[in-house]
């Protein structure tokens, strides 16, 4: 299975990486095309055998999947300038707030359409990747399932969740990592060095992402585990309480939803 794979950015590039080091992909199967030829030499000097180059139609040429991963407003450009085979090519945009409808516009109404929504954990096999499809066979999902899965966890939602998840995933991990800054910089406040500080907040949230994923637990049932009575971390909570934590977050949230 050829796939294309329209612009080097930090995204595309990722994903470039990340299809090369699973199992279900081929190196030689992939083809990049970025303006860039710094941001090519980069994907070379990775693994030289995925395809690059400046030409986009020579990538999308004879391709399966021609994803598109590039910024928001450059999606109707890149696709003008393409020759497209909607019968057995499927389309696969990355870009935020561009809809199965903006996309059907531009190709045609029968063509297979796949939104992305991959975060930034994608570079170490640690994304939350958000998928939503058009016109698309169940083998075709589980396929696009199977393959982001290998780069962390994928998920199939439907169209109308991607400004939410949008919010969750991709916008979440940012708000995930001022955390930890914040916790980082209490942490040397308190004497610890900066490198010794970031470390053991990040294996903190690290260990605590790992028990809701891997116990299908909840937040509340594990903060009760470690809030015991008149104890430090009930203080701890308490205050984040008093100063608006979780208002804070959750209209952080929803600010971050493209669709509100």
Not at 96 to 112: K, R, S
Not at 192 to 213: N, R, W, Y
């Amino acid at each position: 299975m050829k796939i294309a794979i329209i612009g080097a950015g930090n995204m595309g590039g990722a994903i470039a990486r990340g299809l090369a080091k699973g199992t279900l992909v081929a190196s030689e199967d992939v083809f990049v095309a970025d303006p860039s030829k710094e941001s090519l030499n980069k994907l070379k000097a990775f693994d030289d055998r995925i395809n690059v180059t400046t030409n986009n139609q020579e990538a999308v040429n004879g391709a399966d999947w021609v994803m598109i991963a590039v910024k928001p407003w450059l999606v109707e450009e890149v696709i003008k300038g393409l020759q497209l085979n909607i019968e057995k090519q499927v389309i696969i945009s990355i870009a935020a707030g561009v809809t199965f409808y903006n996309i059907a516009d531009l190709i045609g109404d029968d063509a297979t359409i796949f939104r992305l929504l991959p975060n930034t954990g994608i570079s170490d096999k640690a994304s939350m990747t958000l998928i939503a499809s058009r016109l698309a066979t169940q083998e075709q999902n589980q396929l696009m399932l199977d393959i982001f899965n290998e780069m962390g966890l994928a998920m199939l939602i439907p169209e109308n969740q991607m400004g939410a998840a949008t919010a969750l995933a991709s916008c979440g991990i940012a708000y995930a990592l001022k955390y930890m800054q914040a916790a980082m910089q209490a942490g040397v406040e308190m004497g610890i060095p900066p490198q010794s500080a970031m470390k053991m907040v990040a294996q903190s949230v690290k260990g605590a992402a790992e028990l809701i994923l891997n116990n299908d637990t909840h937040p509340s049932v594990e903060i009760d585990k470690v809030t015991t009575p008149g104890g430090y971390t009930i203080k701890g909570i308490n205050e984040l309480e008093h100063a608006g934590f979780t208002s804070a977050i959750i209209k952080a949230m929803k600010v971050s939803n493209p669709t509100t």
